[in-house]
């Protein structure tokens, strides 16, 4: 017995005709928002069952969806101060490095100077990976050997950053699982390292979350928030199976949002967050 069934009967109510109360739970269930979430639009939704029917309740989750999620995400803006850095942070397989090459083609695109930073040296493919983006896209790529410390070439690029005035250096940094507190305290380094040549930086810390992951993206999203405070999401493997509603799920519990979604292969495979073509997709 699902959520909507417990609660009818508790309430001492029957399904409404109208509308396939079940059917809208399985469909919220398949888009990754967690049981959570789920539990509080379906309940909000029943404090309006009688105005609902069959053609208006997704439209109805929908706006209830909406309710966690901004209308517009706000851009990531250059600052006349110095360079805005970006460290993007996820677990192994989500996608990050490709991010990292998808978010400088896009704001390269736009005219801005952008330097990118191969701070993932746990892996030497990240490392060639990286290299290899940055060679085709035309944009300078911050590197060291496989092992090396990837606070100091943070703070060697955020340095080179600075003297050659750019107006992003996004620093790609190694893929942890977020129950390891001995590779989280590797990130807080980097984050502490580069605040020594700008006490504000990094200006933005993105989660990396691959849709394929469902709702454990949560659990990744409140242990990197701990650890070095996140500012955003980036949402990867759009083109695939997941659904990732889970981002909606994140930006209700912890109020961090996503800002970018990436589906393909391609540099242009990577767009601004927009919630209305989100939540169509979603349900």
């Not at 417990?6 to 928002?33: C, K, R």
């Not at 959570?36 to 053609?55: D, H, N, P, V, Y």
């Not at 620093?171 to 990130?187: I, P």
Request: glycine share 8%; net charge neutral; aromatic share 6%.
């Amino acid at each position: 017995m699902g959520f909507l069934s417990s609660l009818l009967g508790h309430l001492g109510m029957s399904h409404a005709n109208s509308v396939d109360w079940e059917e809208l739970e399985a469909a919220l269930y398949q888009s990754d928002l967690g049981s959570e979430t789920i539990a509080s639009i379906l309940t909000r939704l029943q404090e309006k069952k009688g105005s609902l029917s069959t053609a208006t309740i997704l439209e109805a989750a929908r706006k209830e969806i909406a309710t966690f999620l901004p209308q517009i995400t706000p851009p990531l803006i250059p600052s006349n101060k110095g360079p805005i850095v970006i460290f993007l942070v996820g677990v192994n397989g989500t996608g990050k490095t490709t991010s990292a090459a998808k978010l400088a083609y896009y704001l390269k695109h736009r005219g801005h100077s952008v330097l990118l930073a191969a701070a993932d040296t746990f892996r030497a493919a990240a490392i060639e990976q990286l290299s290899s983006w940055g060679e085709r896209l035309g944009i300078e790529v911050i590197k060291s050997h496989y092992g090396a410390d990837a606070a100091a070439l943070c703070h060697d690029a955020l340095s080179k950053a600075i003297r050659l005035r750019h107006e992003f250096l996004i620093c790609d940094t190694a893929g942890r699982l977020h129950t390891k507190s001995n590779l989280m305290e590797e990130l807080a380094k980097i984050k502490r390292t580069v605040a020594k040549l700008d006490p504000s930086a990094p200006h933005h810390v993105l989660l990396v979350v691959d849709t394929t992951t469902g709702t454990n993206a949560l659990k990744q999203a409140k242990e990197f928030h701990a650890a070095v405070k996140l500012t955003g999401l980036i949402i990867t493997k759009m083109d695939g199976s997941g659904k990732g509603g889970v981002a909606a799920a994140i930006a209700r519990e912890i109020g961090i949002y996503p800002l970018f979604l990436g589906s393909g292969e391609q540099a242009s495979d990577f767009e601004p967050f927009d919630r209305d073509v989100f939540l169509e997709r979603l349900i």
